[in-house]
DNA sequence: CTGAAAGCGCTTACAG
DNA sequence: CTGAAAGCGCTTACAG
């Protein structure tokens, strides 16, 4: 049973194909009686556009890529923060009717199949999250007129509008409230500092810290739960006498917990944990865990927004920074 | 800058649009020295092939659908079940080098939306996960003639072809487990009674307790933490003395775990308890959580080679099952 | 307000 | 082995 086709709707309806064209893209231009007639043409037929033709014709395919440039493994793991911005995204996507394709890029071969796939023009814009490094992706795109969104600041000197969460406010505010309650000894663990929620996490822990005469005292992690427990060794083999921690990641944290239980360390009492994100997890740690809030669903929405903006050719923000909030649990 | 057409491919190298095309698709008949010319072309000029046009004549997009019949909060939470699947089925996917649509219809009108977009023909396959009651979806996809796999066994008369895990067979083994380490009050906390999941997990803890002489005591829950955390305390209430409860998802193990040590039942000293899926979280709970591992990623994928096969017109087999297996840490 | 016609960029019998 | 030509199902100036 093949599909029926605009010619055939307008055969039904009596009227050409052209007539019918405009009635399924919503034209002004329609007889009101015509209109109906075509509609219910289109209704008995159940008639649906061929997606292929229509984009052969108007160069627009009405579909968006999310690109992630991480392992899937990465991406399809324990780690809220790839969930949270797909749905946000693909919340917004869905009410303007528009397409998701969400691409995970690990290597470097998929991440070249991604720059061909895009400038072959499948897709209408692109957003790209969780970038590494001076990534040339963003800037590439950009510069063959694809719309770009980036999720987090674009490090290099990429000119290209972005939707980020104020890290370095999340840090500050994380480290204030342990200086508050009489920490003396603050740790951070950081995130990989080839990323900038890394990098600017980092540099909130230590713009606050530098008001205080506390010295700095810093592992690194790369986001997985794994690494916040070595992270936490290493720190408590650097420092016995530690009294708090600030951790760039919930998970990295529930790692940093786990490591300092096993070392004897009772938290809150022995030693204060603060960490980043606000995942579901972070209420049921135990004891829960005290985190910087950043609205990763909203960064999903906001950027998708902005990005249909911007496809649409109106003029948006060169960036724009969704606040952060303390949420005080039991691990301080 | 518009993209190169096989039209200038062909003027470039000196041949006509049809040579281009068949040596674009890996047509065995164009002469060597020709396929060379072309080649070097296509790279000169950067072409990729319009897959719109392609498509329109073709009648194949190429690309493949993985439908998930529930609310994007659930996909995209930290249930990792939902993860797993997706990424198998895109490894898969990505092998063969199609694309994934994926499509998360929690309402009814979403439900509508996808069986439109599916009978309109724009993909080539359908794979439906997760689904809940007697879904009517695949049987109607499959009468259009559209190939359709589901994973997990269908609920009602549907003749769909399916890869389902061995559900039964792991509650039985958990129970089975339970008795032969001298457990004698053995509850269950059941999954969601219109999933199939639910109901033969069900089915194998029922099966396995009927060759002793114990009762059975169930509660039922909806694979989510919470719920696993209410059904445990009714439990308790239902029967103080019970000292094993098997539960059909990790997550609502965690949830029972918590709702227990709540109730300062210690684990596994007073109560065992065993949970199903063996995510990642299961390595980390307090005690360590014993489980039933399924294969996730591998239903995933096997979902995905199976479709393509069927989709290439291949026989292929009417259900494969998967093989679950018994893991002990630290609650029994 | 409506229709005839051109054209989007491909693939694929059909000849040769 | 290669090319001329038809056609996939739409949209959109252009006339009227």
């Known amino acids: 049973m093949p599909r029926p086709t605009l010619e055939q709707v307008a055969q039904r309806a009596g009227v050409s194909r052209a007539t019918v064209s405009r009635v399924v893209n919503d034209s002004p231009t329609v007889a009101e009686s015509i ?20 984009s052969l014709v108007t160069q627009r395919t009405d579909s968006y890529a999310l690109i992630l440039p991480e392992s ?9 923060f790839f969930p949270g911005i797909i749905r946000g995204v693909s919340q ?31 897709i209408d814009g692109v957003l790209i999250a969780s970038m590494h490094g001076a990534d040339p992706l963003p800037g590439t795109l950009a510069r063959m007129g694809i719309p770009v969104l980036c999720g987090g600041r674009p490090l290099g000197q990429t000119r290209v509008p972005y939707v ?20 003396t000894r603050i740790a951070t663990i950081a995130g990989p500092q080839d990323m900038v929620a890394g990098i600017d996490r980092l540099t909130g822990y230590r713009e ?13 992690g790369d986001f997985t739960r794994d690494s916040g427990a070595v992270a936490m060794r290493q720190l408590l083999e650097d420092d016995p006498d530690l009294d708090a921690v600030f951790v760039a990641s919930d998970l990295m944290a529930h790692g940093a917990l786990q490591a300092l239980q096993a070392a004897g360390r009772r938290v809150p009492d022995d030693v204060a944990v603060i960490g980043f994100d606000d995942i579901a ?3 049921y740690t135990e004891p829960p865990l005290s985190t910087v809030r950043q609205p990763i669903v909203g960064q999903g929405r906001e950027m998708a927004r902005q990005l249909l903006r911007l496809a649409a050719g109106e003029a948006i923000a060169d960036s724009v920074i969704l606040p952060t909030e303390l949420v005080i649990r039991g691990t301080t």
């Open 281 to 283: 997890l972070a209420r």
């Open 92 to 122: 917004e996507l869905d009410s303007a009717d528009k397409q998701l394709v969400l691409m995970v890029a690990g290597s470097q071969a998929s991440h070249d199949r991604i720059e061909r796939y895009a400038l072959a023009r499948h």
């Open 208 to 220: 606050e810290l530098r008001g205080s005469d506390r010295r700095s005292i810093v592992a690194v």
């Open 35 to 54: 209109r109906t007639a075509v509609r219910r043409a289109i209704d008995e037929l159940g008639y649906v556009p061929n997606q292929a033709a229509r």
């Open 72 to 80: 899937p493994s990465r991406v399809f793991s324990d780690d809220q």
């Open 164 to 183: 980020e969460v104020d890290n370095v406010n999340g840090g500050r505010m994380a480290v204030r409230h342990l200086l508050e309650t009489g920490r």
